[in-house]
């Protein structure tokens, strides 16, 4: 029903308009009052034809928009021309002057019609810049004024020939407008569903206003032609046609539909990157030595036309080389960023299979170490139990005495292998609560000060007063933090000492804890959480720590990295999600104030 409405509003315009305007002329006689006629009635249907071409630009999309805006562009001038046109003829009642400047709004109206089908805003094109379609707009309206100023002018003002003028602006008015045809036609052979329908309509409404200029000029040359008469019918309904098929764009692609999802049909058959305006570029670039050759040894113009020419090409040179220059640097320019986007994306996409492939071979070593674990607890239980046996009997002489308890120290020392090995595994299902973690890393480094003395070790704790809280089992987290420092404790030890600085801080969304160290730093930082990967001699570490960190902290939907400082020594950055609404009560002595800044 809805279509129905909308081919009868398309019907009755055509009655009205159309069909009104071949009444009134017809009914009329020739004189001042079918002229008047005439021009007001051209400068209403062009009104009819802006609108309805201009209703359009109200999408989300800037090509659809700029396609539509063009296009009512190439109408406005046309309307400027009749608006000059209508001022001599029926508010002064006087004819055109010769030379009249609608000629030339009246043959650049269809330049912005060109630059708004290079824009082809039924594609879908990678992120193409708006600053190419206003280069290409701009060689085209140089090029075609150039034409103008070639063809046209030097009949005009160079060497006046109202015979040869006529002629020339013809000819070259017919090249212009049948171009504009011969485009919207290929979009047409190049596009499928509701765009396709709209360029046929628009290609219609071009090919009307071609055949109206002939008829127009033809009759203009008998001497027939007087504006309001019949001859201007076609060129009533050429602009009716050009706001019809506004109409039907908007009705049969609406901006919300046209704009999200496009027929898949048209993506695939054209091209990502459109390389017509290159070539144009090129041919426009091309055709001025060819035109000043042809004006030189074969034009039959006056000397002073063919000075006038070569001096117009000679600045029509530099313009369309340095539109064309400019062009190429945009296109260069977009193509080196387009690379770098490119280079960051196989960078991340590396990094991100780095990481599935650690995830992976976690989840695969701790089935692994579950299932080994298990297998190995059953002979140690033996082993344990026979080494206290022999250890306990009074009548086992000292050397065997000695050797149960070698015995039962390294089956002890094996137990707590397998024990990180089920703790890696399988972790234990965790207690959350909501914890202070300036409170957990303060107790923790109190509890090492005397140790770390020792060791000629300083720890520095830099702790933001007001962080919020995290929710998190505390003995969990505590493990993270006492390996990542006993880990950083171990590396500066063989160095012979060094400092420790843990902070604390807040950063968009989440709490982090930042341990960094003065040590030697880790080999390969990526390799850090690997299971069984350790820098320490034999016998001194497993392995297993930071990848048990590793897998508490992603347990609470956190985020743990290592690197090595440039200065030397590695940084470990813990991030857990804050709980912003929330924060921990602190005893006196875990204040704000006293945590902010620690020395131990």
Partial sequence: MSALRGRTGIALTWLILVGGYAAVSAALHSGPRLTSFGDVALCVVLLFANAGLLVNASSSDWRRNAFWMLMGMGCGLWLIGQLLKTNFEVLHHQGIPTPFLGDVIFFLHTVPMLGALALRPHARDADRSLRFGRVDFQLLLSWWVYLYLFVVIPWQYIAPNAKQYSISYTRIYAVENFTLVATLLYLVARTN????????????????????????????????????????????????WFGVAGNIARRECPPA??????????????????????????AAALSLPVLIL???????????????????????????????????RLVDNDRLRLLSQSKEAIVNLRRLQTQYVQAEKLASLGQLAAGAAHEINNPLTAILGYSDVLTSDPSTSTRAREIAEKIREQARRTKGVVGKLLTFAQPQPADVTLLDINAILG?????SRADLKKKSIRVELDAEPRLPGVRGDSNQILQVFFNIINNAVDAMEEIGGGTLSVRTFRQLANVVIQFSDTGPGIKNPQLAFDPFYTTKAVGKGTGLGLSICYGLVKEHKGQISCTNRPEGGAIFRVEFPAVFALFPARSAGNSPAAASSRLY
């Fill in 443 to 447: 107790n923790l480094v109190e509890l």
């Fill in 193 to 240: 569903g509701p765009w396709r329908k709209v360029y046929s309509h628009l290609a219609g409404a071009a090919a009307m206003y071609a055949f109206s200029s002939i008829v127009i000029d033809i009759a203009a040359r008998q001497g027939v032609y007087q504006s309001g008469s019949l001859y201007d019918l076609p060129l009533v309904a050429a602009f009716v």
């Fill in 294 to 328: 042809w004006s030189e040894m074969e034009s039959s113009a006056p000397a002073v036309v063919r000075r006038f020419r070569l001096l117009t090409t000679l600045v029509a040179m530099v313009v369309v080389t340095s539109l064309v220059f400019l062009r190429q």
């Fill in 257 to 282: 539909d046209c704009a999200i999802a496009p027929p898949a049909a048209e993506s695939a058959e054209l091209p990502a990157e459109n390389p017509w305006p290159a070539r144009m570029a090129m």
